[in-house]
C-alpha cells in the first residue's frame, strides 16, 4: 500500500494550526499558534482579532509544519482543511490558504468538518482503535454525545440543548473570577476543592435522554454566587469550581454510560477541549473499568483544537474518494 502524507490546516477559532500526517494516524509534524493571550483581556474570543491574526500566521505555520516534518508542499498527496462549524471568518482563511495552494500545485483538497476532526484525535495515539464506537465530544462550542459507526459515518444520539460543556466553563469560571480560558483553570482551582461543597443541579431534559443542557447549572452557580454577595458571606473558589465541574462531569458520565449500556457498544473514546478535563478522565476511567469498556482519550494537545486531527479525519474521507472543488466555502453551522 502506497503512503498517504496529508497538510492539514484548521483555523475555525482561535488556533493558527498546520500539521503533516501519515496514513492518517502518524503525525509528522503538528503546528499551533494560539491567540489565546490576545482574546484574555476581552474575556473571550472575539471574531474579527481571530479573522486578521489568522491572516498573519496561516502562511507561516503551513511553512512549519513543512520543515518540522522534513518535506514538501510536493511530498504530500492531500490539503486537508476545516470548512465549519466555526467562526466564518476565522474558517475563511484557513479555506483560502487550502484552496490557493491547491490551486497552484494541483494537490487534491478535501474540505473536513470540525467534530469529525475531534473524533477522529483518538486514533492519533490508539492505533487499533477502528469504529464502531461512542464517542462524547465537549468542546467550546459543541457538546454532542455520537455513535461512530463507521469512519465518517456517524449517528448522533444527544446534543446540547443550550450551552455546550466549555462553554458553561468559560461563563463559570469568568462569574468567580478566575478569567478566559475557563476550563483549564477551573480544573486546576478545583482540586483544592471540595466537590460535594454545594450541590448544583444535574439537568435532565425530557423526552430525550441523551440531551445536555448546561445554562440551568450556569445560572444556579450565578445564584449561588449573588445570595453569598447579599448575606456578606465569603465565597470559596475552589469549592465553587469543583462543585460545578462534578456537576458538569457527573451528567456527561451518565448519559455516556446510559448510552453504551442500551446502545451495547464496548469502546467508548471522548473528544474535544474539555476531554482533556482531569476530573471528566479520571471518572470515565473508573466507570468504564467498572462495566469492561475500553476507554480512549486523546492526549491534551490532541483535544484542544489542531490540525493533526484534522489530518486523521481528511485521510478517512481522502480514502473515500471524498475531493473538495475550488467552490469550497465556510460553512459556519455546519451539521454533523
Ligand atoms: O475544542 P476546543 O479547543 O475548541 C472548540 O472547538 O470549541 O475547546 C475549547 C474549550 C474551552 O471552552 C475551554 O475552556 C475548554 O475547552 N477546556 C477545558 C479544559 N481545557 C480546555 N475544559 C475543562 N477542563 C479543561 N482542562
Ligand atoms: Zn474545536
Known amino acids: 500500500?502506497?503512503?498517504?502524507?496529508?497538510?492539514?490546516?484548521?483555523?475555525?477559532?482561535?488556533?493558527?494550526?498546520?500539521?503533516?500526517?501519515?496514513?492518517?494516524?502518524?503525525?509528522?509534524?503538528?503546528?499551533?499558534?494560539?491567540?489565546?493571550?490576545?482574546?484574555?483581556?476581552?474575556?473571550?474570543?472575539?471574531?474579527?482579532?481571530?479573522?486578521?491574526?489568522?491572516?498573519?500566521?496561516?502562511?507561516?505555520?503551513?511553512?512549519?509544519?513543512?520543515?518540522?516534518?522534513?518535506?514538501?508542499?510536493?511530498?504530500?498527496?492531500?490539503?486537508?482543511?476545516?470548512?465549519?462549524?466555526?467562526?466564518?471568518?476565522?474558517?475563511?482563511?484557513?479555506?483560502?490558504?487550502?484552496?490557493?495552494?491547491?490551486?497552484?500545485?494541483?494537490?487534491?483538497?478535501?474540505?473536513?468538518?470540525?467534530?469529525?476532526?475531534?473524533?477522529?484525535?483518538?486514533?492519533?495515539?490508539?492505533?487499533?482503535?477502528?469504529?464502531?464506537?461512542?464517542?462524547?465530544?465537549?468542546?467550546?462550542?459543541?457538546?454532542?454525545?455520537?455513535?461512530?459507526?463507521?469512519?465518517?459515518?456517524?449517528?448522533?444520539?444527544?446534543?446540547?440543548?443550550?450551552?455546550?460543556?466549555?462553554?458553561?466553563?468559560?461563563?463559570?469560571?469568568?462569574?468567580?473570577g478566575l478569567g478566559y480560558p475557563g476550563g483549564p483553570k477551573i480544573d486546576k482551582v478545583a482540586k483544592q476543592g471540595n466537590p460535594e461543597a454545594i450541590h448544583f443541579p444535574r439537568a435532565k431534559v425530557a423526552q430525550a435522554e441523551y440531551d445536555f443542557s448546561f445554562s440551568g447549572l450556569k445560572s444556579a452557580v450565578l445564584n449561588y454566587l449573588n445570595s453569598c454577595e447579599m448575606k456578606g458571606e465569603t465565597v470559596d473558589q475552589a469549592d465553587v469550581a469543583a462543585s460545578f465541574q462534578k456537576a458538569v462531569v457527573d451528567v456527561l458520565v451518565d448519559h455516556s454510560m446510559e448510552a453504551l449500556r442500551k446502545c451495547g457498544y464496548k469502546k467508548f473514546a471522548i473528544a474535544g477541549g474539555v476531554a482533556s478535563n482531569s476530573a471528566l478522565r479520571a471518572a470515565f476511567e473508573e466507570a468504564c473499568t467498572k462495566e469492561n469498556i475500553e476507554f480512549y482519550h486523546p492526549s491534551p494537545i490532541y483535544c484542544t483544537d489542531n490540525a493533526a486531527m484534522i489530518g486523521a479525519a481528511g485521510y478517512y474521507e481522502f480514502l473515500k474518494g471524498v475531493r473538495s472543488g475550488y467552490d469550497l466555502n465556510a460553512v459556519p453551522g455546519l451539521k454533523l
Not at 474575556?43 to 509544519?65: L, Y
Not at 486537508?80 to 490551486?103: E, M, R
Not at 477522529?120 to 477502528?130: G, H, V, W
Request: charged share 20%; glycine share 8%.
Open 1 to 176: 500500500e502506497k503512503d498517504v502524507t496529508i497538510l492539514a490546516i484548521e483555523s475555525s477559532c482561535d488556533e493558527t494550526a498546520a500539521a503533516v500526517v501519515r496514513n492518517g494516524r502518524e503525525v509528522l509534524s503538528n503546528v499551533i499558534y494560539s491567540q489565546i493571550a490576545l482574546h484574555t483581556v476581552y474575556g473571550g474570543v472575539v471574531p474579527e482579532i481571530a479573522s486578521r491574526k489568522h491572516i498573519e500566521k496561516v502562511i507561516q505555520v503551513i511553512d512549519q509544519a513543512l520543515v518540522d516534518a522534513n518535506m514538501k508542499l510536493q511530498d504530500m498527496d492531500a490539503i486537508a482543511v476545516t470548512y465549519g462549524p466555526g467562526l466564518v471568518g476565522a474558517l475563511l482563511v484557513g479555506v483560502s490558504a487550502a484552496k490557493s495552494i491547491s490551486f497552484a500545485t494541483g494537490i487534491p483538497l478535501v474540505g473536513v468538518h470540525h467534530i469529525e476532526g475531534h473524533i477522529s484525535a483518538n486514533y492519533i495515539e490508539n492505533k487499533e482503535l477502528e469504529p464502531p464506537f461512542v464517542c462524547l465530544v465537549v468542546s467550546g462550542g459543541h457538546s454532542h454525545l455520537v455513535v461512530v459507526k463507521d469512519y465518517g459515518e456517524y449517528e448522533i444520539l444527544g446534543r446540547t440543548r443550550d450551552d455546550a460543556a466549555g462553554e458553561a466553563f468559560d461563563k463559570v469560571a469568568r462569574a468567580i
